[in-house]
């Protein structure tokens, strides 16, 4: 039996519009583009007003007056939009990214390079191991460019670039997996919340 | 050059594959892999009142993917005697979160008392960092509005050290890398991740080394994960859709091979009789 409440119906309407791209760009395509896009911009907009407000604002009134410095850094990425004082903007972004780098610096180097390196040290007791340690030193002598890849070196890059398929191969797979996932969902709701089949 | 397959045909075959064991389910067997089975046995192993945060770092649009694992993992958590903080800094996280919840069971946890949904935080991976470090220094009230220290449970949380685990659902940035440079290596807290397909082979190498105690991968960890929580869920019944129309695109991929072999052939034989 045919959906009655109106949720379903807008999302049946929403999906066939977009998949009238597969004929061609349609109106009812761009429709349902704009729609989707104005609908998303609005409730960022909203969200980054209440989360501005809650966030800087309130503890501002609360006596917090640290919150000023952001709060300045923050006004001053509009400066963009005046020729004469956009220098100001720089700061801004200069904080921003500053801030980034460093914490990020500070978990690269214990998190992604020891950990890893140290991962790697395995015992040669297993096959999985062995695999492992011939994928990585394979896979790095790929990417030797001081030496021409001939004899042993060529070999064994082209295990490395072997290795490297694999991996693209798997990562293939799952991107697969993910995009068929997002139709099979929408097929799904059409079928037993739209039409009510099941 | 002259398309092999018109698009079109190959979207028939793709919604015919779909389709067909979406009304007619063939019930492929699902084996739960190793590192869906840790992700379930690292939950399973929390301490009676222990605090278990959720990072809700995923969007709409990867919904059907992260959807059902986030369901499958919030309903382990519900049956378990732990409390549940569940924040994002992504900005459709706590709908979502939202979302999620109305679709389990919550037996007899309170809100307040024994889970939280806080508010969206800027900032991304120095967000994370920022929550890591000072919960109450980030937030001073929930998603509803209501004050920290109306809530039992927040009062009893201050950084990350007071966290037993962290289960983050992530459909890209923040990622579960992050989560390893915030939160895993400065606090020592384990994590489990839920991460969508194009992502899961990503998390191999972090499994590995221990960084990652648990992974759930695309739709198909969700499957897993409800069988092992024993609730069939929409994870469960996108299995059958999904092993079809993976052995289309493998046929396509053997087809469309052949196709290019003969055709080289037929190019080479050509120009020899030339």
Known sequence: MISTSIEPWIFALLTIMVYSYLIKETVLYRFAEHTIIALSAAYVVVTMIKNLFSLAFVPLSQGKYIYIIPIVLGFLLYSTYFERYRFLNTWGIAFVVGVGIGLKMKGIISAELIRQVQATIVPLNSLNNIIVIICVFSTMSYFIFTREHKGALGTFSRVGRLAMMISFGSAYGYAVMTRINVVINIISRLLFEWLGFG | ?274
């Open chain 2, 1 to 274: 050059m002259k398309r092999f397959l018109n698009r079109k045909i190959v979207w028939l075959f793709l919604i015919i594959s779909i389709i067909y064991p979406l009304l007619n389910p063939i019930g492929f067997p699902i084996t739960v892999k190793s590192h869906t089975q840790k992700a379930y046995d690292s939950l399973d192993a929390l301490p009676p009142g222990g605090i278990v945060g959720f990072a809700m770092e995923t969007q709409a649009g990867q919904w059907p993917e992260t959807g059902p694992m986030s369901i499958a993992l919030l309903q382990h958590l519900f049956r378990l005697p732990v409390k549940i903080m569940i924040f994002t800094t992504n900005i459709e996280g706590p709908l979502l979160s939202e979302k999620a919840l109305a679709s389990i069971d919550k037996g007899d946890k309170e809100y307040g008392m024994h889970y939280v949904i806080l508010p969206y935080i800027a900032g991304g991976e120095t967000g994370v960092a920022a929550i890591a470090k000072g919960i109450h220094t980030v937030y001073t009230e929930d998603y509803y509005g209501t004050q920290l220290e109306e809530l039992k449970l927040m009062t009893e949380i201050d950084t990350a050290k007071d966290i037993d685990l962290v289960v983050e659902v992530t459909s890209g940035g923040p990622g579960y890398v992050e989560y390893i440079r915030q939160w895993n290596e400065p606090y020592g807290v384990p994590l489990v991740v839920g991460a969508i397909g194009v992502m899961g082979s990503g998390t191999f190498p972090w499994l590995e080394s221990g960084q990652i105690v648990g992974a759930l991968i695309g739709i198909r960890g969700a499957a897993e994960y409800e069988a092992l929580i024993d609730k069939r869920g929409e994870g469960t019944s996108a299995m059958d859709a999904i092993s079809a129309t993976h052995l289309l695109v493998i046929v396509a991929i053997i087809v469309g091979n052949i196709k290019d072999i003969i055709l080289k052939s037929l190019k080479r034989g050509k120009e020899t009789t030339k």
